[in-house]
């Protein structure tokens, strides 16, 4: 049995290396369509459809290099861009309004592909809650030695919507984690949710670069 058990898993690390392997040349493929021409003679909205492309797939790419054991950096990540990229990639793919209150600037330390990701994450849960009739709003902000980043909606309450998988919430407790941060959610007795990603202002001691 243990035999059996072990050339299973030998089998699915070698798919998973072929699969990562062939999607590697996918998403170069993507960035380099993605990015190519000049994009200032574009009209505005195929323009941000064409960098929000770019940005997904460089997420891809970040994202493969971490699963094959690529060290996770922390750096400085401007909190405000984040959002800004995320809100608008989620204002192209749903019809629930996306209200964000964004300073010029608010630096922070962590991963920035883990990131994106968790926003990302956030922000879907927080359409499918919200859902028709519905609103979302992102804020951004800073704290002390923290800044921070918040995702609200008006829907039913935390916990109460079908869950469409249980990776989402690692995905975002996984960027937390990385960054020696914090994570806030907020939810009941009535309906609505906050989540807020708490970060250090400043690199932490034993955080990889």
């Given amino acids: 049995m243990i035999e059996r058990t072990s050339e299973r898993d030998q089998d699915q690390v070698a798919e998973t290396t072929i699969l990562c392997h062939d999607l590697s040349q996918y998403v170069a493929a993507g960035l380099i369509l993605s990015g190519s021409g000049a994009l200032s003679d574009l009209d505005p909205e195929i323009r ?3 960098e929000t492309i770019a940005q997904l797939f460089q997420g891809i790419k970040e994202a493969v290099e971490q699963h094959n054991g690529q060290r996770t ?10 959002a800004q990229d995320c809100v608008a990639f989620t204002r192209l793919v749903s019809k629930v309004p996306v209200d964000s209150v964004l300073p010029r600037r608010v630096e922070a330390h ?3 592909s ?5 926003v990302l994450n956030l922000l879907s849960n927080a359409t499918r809650a919200a859902g028709a009739g519905g609103r979302v709003a992102v804020e951004v902000g ?5 800044a921070w ?3 609200r909606d008006d829907g039913a309450g ?5 869950a469409v998988s249980g990776l989402g919430m690692a995905v975002v407790e996984s960027a937390v984690r990385s960054a ?3 994570l806030e959610i907020t939810s009941g007795p009535g309906p609505g949710t906050r989540v807020r990603l708490l970060l250090p202002r400043a690199r932490v001691r034993g955080v990889a670069r």
């Fill in 73 to 82: 950096c922390s750096t400085r990540v401007d909190l405000a861009e984040v």
């Fill in 142 to 146: 800073r704290r002390g030695d923290e």
């Fill in 180 to 182: 020696q941060g914090r």
């Fill in 114 to 118: 883990l990131l994106h990701r968790a």
């Fill in 149 to 151: 980043l918040e995702v």
């Fill in 158 to 162: 935390f916990g109460r919507i079908p």
């Fill in 110 to 112: 962590a991963n920035s």
């Fill in 48 to 50: 941000q459809r064409l």
